[in-house]
């Protein structure tokens, strides 16, 4: 194919790009005259340049629309929504040829007659009957529209607030590539390389004439150095696209989509601006369009149901693009009815993808995630629009291929709003190095929210156990550990030669958890290569690359790491949005209710109690005025926070016989240490109640509120902090 | 020999330059009316203009109109370069200072032609 034909093909798809975004626009402010005139001038270059090319086929067609979009223009059709609709056919069919021109260099004309039907509809909407009297009507026409085309561009000069739609529009004008396999780069970028890489050349003659024992070669590896970050960042902005330009096709998707569904939706866009890596724009596209599908189809409801509800008959899907901590987060939110958490519960199990205990004792979030699950749809029925089966597991499998994660956020009634996350660029990571069984791995910064030192000394008093897993205690929040050797099966550096450990506190696919690691290294943008086979099969590691010093270092999949440790997603306060509320479930969490000598109903969680036991009082002893208690061969330092055994010793005093009930807690009989028992005065109940918030007065001893059995009842969630502390200043 | 080629459509001015190169004639583009402007009221002078009508911004006829009102080129013969659809504007076109027109789509030899009549190359 000559270059004039490509040329011609690039042009006339970024018209009609153009159009598309026009012409829904246009259904919503018909009176636009420089709508209008973009749309006329779309169909009107088309059928200007065909002429030239012979391509008959593309001329007919466009001829006709252009002469439907001439009657608009002067005024003598109205914009009705069959208007809208022929228009879009027009669009689909010239589109069609050109993909056939495209791809073939031909437009298949056989018949010659091969669109006579869109033909026929075009002509018909023109108020006119086809096809006998079309060229004598169309004489008629050109004859009549006398005026000239001046007050359309002057109009456009006028509308003054160029709508979100519309600065899209320009966007993909000026940067938008016809195809996937061009790319318009502004030609100041372009400059901007050329001067860089003019840069690299220089220096590279200096290197090459300088000896490496030269006092100036450290001056020229900082040369080397600030050009290559100059040349990189500048090949990664000629690379960028604004998001907008994927946007732009969804106006007249969820349009189409709409009509079909029996809804009544608008679409609004927010940061289109924002800019991706071309590539990644590519891989996000599908994942995209599935999620602003399924918001149109599951996500809003039909106009009725909408009005009963209070709400507008109107739904509405908006498309947010913005940067955070590295990437780039798009949002789709709909203001529909939610995600029904019985009806994905229930799915779920009915194809067998969870058991009803299973179903039972998942938290609204982990209910959440069933929808990522293969083979998962809760349409009612499958329609033509979505549903096959095909649903968000391949948006989450599209987005996590390249990088990226999905969340969703649901509330009844309120909507639902499905996140993408994607990395700014998939090439280059900035990342952090650390050691961990003697080799070097690498934390992609986007996963790493903080680094903690735990020196050696401090070990035992800041790790804390529950059953098997280890815990941390960072600023009042618990935070899962995961040992990085333990994980990969690796030999544990000898114990000896380590000062301590760090803590890299890392979070991925809505899970927060700290990984234990040797050392810590520099922190690198490393070039990211892709894995053999053998090592994917691992699933734990999302590519490899070549350190400075030239080692290699395996790059950390912290998602997938995340799952294998069996680290729990952290369940989000719905109220205040806040994301540290600690790594218990809010809901369905059982306590242990008892009262002290203040009669204050206090809980403990169940699971940090091993049991409850009456114990004699003349067991209790004393040391320094502290009590304790011989259990099980074991010396239990006693906490004792309401004064009962003062009050029990009054009672023993009068003779009676009094028993001290005592809740042995923590430990799970490792680390003796970690061990007490808990005086109370009554054991109340065993209940789930819900967390409320946490108290930031609780001074170490990890007070907090809960509503158990609809009583607000104060929680020790760590009875051991200070009792312990105490009793090792004894000891 | 110097011309202007003025078209939003990247192609036809690819077109045209790729025609009027072979007559060894420089090419300068301008994308709309204004920028045509634009590129008049700088140093170069040209001894052709070959103006689309159909234009965003400002259109073939306020482009010529203006330039003829500003005394921009006056040497310059101007071809408005036309479709069918713009044909009842050539009368206003020739008002507003047009010299001749051209309409799309043309041969190499229509064009030849044109400017034969308007005296830009000799025969």
């Known amino acids: 194919m000559d270059d004039l034909t490509k040329e011609f093909i690039a042009e006339s798809q970024e018209g009609l790009d153009r159009m598309e975004s026009c012409l829904t626009e246009l259904e919503m402010r018909p009176g636009d005259s420089g709508l209008l005139g973009e749309i006329f001038r779309a169909v009107h270059t088309i059928k200007g340049t065909t002429g030239f090319l012979g391509f008959d086929r593309l001329e007919k067609l466009a001829h006709a629309g252009e002469h439907l979009l001439g009657s608009l223009r002067d005024g003598r059709l109205a914009v009705t929504s069959e208007l809208i609709s022929g228009l879009l056919n027009l669009l689909d069919g010239l589109r069609a040829i050109l993909v056939l021109i495209e791809e073939t260099g031909g437009e298949g004309t056989r018949s010659g007659d091969e669109d006579g039907e869109l033909i026929a509809e075009l002509t018909l909407l023109n108020g006119e009957m086809p096809p006998a009297e079309v060229e004598a009507e169309l004489l008629h026409s050109i004859i009549d529209s006398g005026e000239p085309a001046a007050p359309v561009a002057g109009a456009s000069k006028m509308s003054n607030k160029p709508s979100a739609p519309t600065s899209a529009t320009t966007n993909s004008e000026r940067n938008g590539a016809g195809n996937d396999k061009t790319l318009r780069i502004d030609v100041d970028v372009l400059n901007r390389m050329m001067n860089l890489v003019g840069e690299l050349v220089l220096t590279r003659n200096q290197m090459l004439q300088s000896d490496m024992a030269a006092g100036n070669f450290p001056e020229l590896a900082r040369r080397l150095d600030s050009v290559t970050a100059d040349l990189r960042e500048t090949v990664m902005q000629a690379r960028m696209q604004p998001v907008g330009n994927l946007f732009g096709k969804f106006p007249r998707m969820v349009r189409d989509l709409a009509r079909t569904c029996g809804r009544d939706v608008r679409i609004e866009f927010t940061g289109q601006e924002t800019g991706l890596d071309k590539s990644l724009l590519e891989a996000i596209k599908d994942p995209l369009t599935h999620a602003v599908r399924n918001a149109v189809d599951h996500g809003i409801e039909a106009p009725s149901v909408r009005v009963l509800a209070g709400k507008p008959a109107e739904g509405c899907v908006r498309l947010k693009a913005f940067h955070q901590s590295g990437s780039v987060v798009i949002e789709v939110t709909d203001d529909g009815a939610g995600i029904p958490m019985e009806r994905v519960l229930a799915k779920a199990i009915e194809r067998n993808l969870v058991t009803e205990e299973q179903a039972a004792g998942m938290s609204e979030r982990e209910a959440l995630q069933l929808i990522f699950l293969p083979g998962f749809s809760t349409a009612a029925a499958v329609t033509t629009v979505s549903g096959r ?343 | 020999m110097r011309a202007l080629i003025v078209d939003d459509s990247s192609f036809i001015r690819e077109y045209l330059r790729h025609l009027l190169s072979r007559m060894d004639i420089v090419c300068e583009e301008a994308v709309d009316g204004s920028d045509a402007l634009m590129v008049l009221a700088g140093e170069e002078t040209f001894d052709l203009m070959l103006l689309d009508v159909n234009m965003p911004v400002m259109n073939g006829l306020e482009c010529v109109k203006a330039l003829r009102e500003a005394r921009l080129g006056p040497d310059m013969k101007v071809m408005m370069v036309t479709t069918e659809a713009d044909h009842s504007f050539i009368a206003t076109a020739l008002d507003n200072g047009a010299d001749e027109f051209l309409m799309k789509p043309f041969t190499p030899e229509s064009l030849r032609e044109k400017m034969l009549l308007l005296g830009v190359i000799a025969a």
Request: charged letters at 25%; one cysteine or more; hydrophobic letters at 45%.
């Open chain 1, 389 to 731: 089966g095909v649903g968000m597991d391949v948006v989450r499998a599209n987005v996590e291929k390249v990088g990226g994660s999905v969340e969703v956020e649901s509330r009844r009634g309120a909507g639902t709003t499905l996140r993408l996350r994607v990395p700014l660029t998939l090439a280059i990571v900035p990342s952090l190095i650390v050691r961990s069984g003697g080799q070097c791995f690498a934390l992609p910064h986007s996963a790493l929210v903080e680094l903690v030192d735990i020196p050696q000394r401090d070990f035992a008093r800041m790790v804390q156990r529950i059953g098997p897993a280890e815990l941390y205690r960072l600023r009042e929040h618990l935070l899962p550990m995961v040992w990085l050797d333990g994980l990969l099966g690796l030999e544990p550096d000898s114990p000896g030669t380590l000062q301590g450990h760090y803590l890299a506190v890392l979070e991925a696919d809505g899970c927060r958890f700290g990984l234990v690691v040797d050392d810590l290294m520099s922190p690198e943008e490393i070039v990211v290569k892709p894995l053999s086979p053998v090592l994917r099969e691992i699933g734990l590691f999302s590519g490899a690359t070549v350190l400075g010093n030239g080692t290699l270092a395996l790059i950390l999949d912290v998602g997938a790491t995340a799952a294998r440790a069996g680290v729990k997603p952290i369940e989000e306060s719905v109220e205040t949005g806040a994301r540290e509320t600690g790594i218990q479930e809010a809901a369905g969490e059982s306590f242990l209710i008892f009262e002290d000598r203040a009669r204050e109903r206090t809980a403990l969680p169940l699971d940090m109690v091993e049991r409850i036991e009456s114990v004699p009082l003349d067991r209790i002893e004393y040391a320094a005025g502290r009590p304790l208690l011989q259990y099980r061969g074991e010396l239990l330092p006693l906490k004792d926070q309401g004064n009962v055994l003062a009050d029990l010793d009054v009672a023993r005093k009068r003779g009676d016989e009094v028993l001290a009930t005592v809740l042995i807690c923590g430990g799970a009989g490792r680390g003796g240490e970690q061990r007490l028992g808990m005086v109370v005065r009554q054991v109340l109940d065993v209940s789930p109640g819900t967390v409320l918030e946490r108290d930031e007065v609780s001074d170490g001893t990890g007070l907090e509120l809960a509503l158990v059995k609809e009583k607000l009842t104060l929680v020790c969630r760590e009875p051991g902090a200070k009792a312990t502390a105490s009793w090792q200043e004894v000891a």
